[in-house]
């Protein structure tokens, strides 16, 4: 018996788009075969010709509709696993960039779930002893990575931090999840050697383990000192928005936005001439 639960209905959502968009492919390769045939030489019955046109132009009608509802109808779920910055430390409830993020989708009438999980002085050991957890109680479709800086503030060592992300990343997607990791910077008075190597972290970890990096999460506003709190670490709510719009790029195309690049195939007719 198969129960209709969020994890479900998300496979079989998957399955129908992904025997869809084979069905599309094979269907237009065999029409492209078509346009070369006759392009070449009239052996080819044109009226079989006719015939095959007629049903690749049906079926990617018919079935284009379902696919784009498969890939819409489902709530996605996207966790946020962050340190202060993410936690709203000093602001008002609903100014950071997660309940931003929130709001944006709503705006745009995306179909998602906001789960933020960050707790101000979180370091990469902390989250990632809590993501096994969340990661059950949530089946979260996206998890995002805000980590780090506390490991740099408190001089932790850095292999310990990139075994921590490695672990992170790996584990979030054993759970089916993409990652979105968000890379951050600290100041040049820890020293150039460690302030470069921790930088470097994000870029390694995200390639090794091909996932989605967000360079730089306060890019554009951590040269600007008013939009500092006065503890001269945290950002003021006017830096927020911002701060959205440098993960919003990577974030959203994980969300689901895009529809089955199968269906963007072209449906222009075939021609006798072999020309378009």
């Not at 993410?86 to 944006?104: M, N």
């Not at 008013?226 to 993960?247: G, K, S, T, W, Y």
């Amino acid at each position: 018996m198969l129960f209709l639960n969020k994890k479900n209905v998300l496979k079989l959502c998957s399955r129908l788009t992904h025997s869809l968009a084979r069905l599309f492919s094979g269907i237009i390769m065999l029409r492209r075969n078509v346009v070369a045939r006759l392009s070449t030489n009239l052996s080819i019955n044109l009226l079989t010709a006719l015939s095959i046109n007629l049903l690749a132009t049906t079926v990617i009608a018919i079935s284009a509709p379902i696919v784009h509802a498969a890939n819409h109808s489902a709530s996605k779920t996207v966790l946020v696993l962050g340190d202060s910055l993410s936690a709203e430390y000093g602001l008002t409830r609903g100014t950071g960039w997660v309940a931003l993020l929130e709001k944006r989708l709503q705006e745009k009438k995306i179909p998602a779930t906001v789960i933020n999980a960050s707790i101000s002085g979180e370091t990469t050991s902390g989250g990632k002893a809590r993501l096994d957890k969340l990661l059950t109680q949530y089946h979260p479709d996206v998890v995002v990575i805000e980590l780090g800086g506390n490991d740099a503030l408190r001089g932790l060592a850095l292999g310990a931090s990139e075994t921590n992300f490695r672990d992170m990343v790996i584990a979030s997607k054993k759970a089916k999840a993409k990652v979105v990791l968000i890379g951050m910077q600290i100041p040049p008075n820890y020293g150039r050697d460690y302030t470069e190597r921790f930088f470097s972290i994000y870029a390694k970890v995200a390639k090794e383990q091909q996932t989605t990096l967000v360079p730089f999460l306060l890019e554009g506003v951590a040269d600007k000192p008013e939009l500092f709190q006065a503890d001269r670490i945290h950002m003021v709510a006017a830096a927020h928005p911002a701060i959205l719009d440098n993960v919003w790029p990577q974030l959203s195309p994980l969300i689901g936005q895009s529809v089955s690049s199968s269906i963007k195939q072209s449906t222009t007719p075939v021609t006798t001439s072999g020309k378009k």
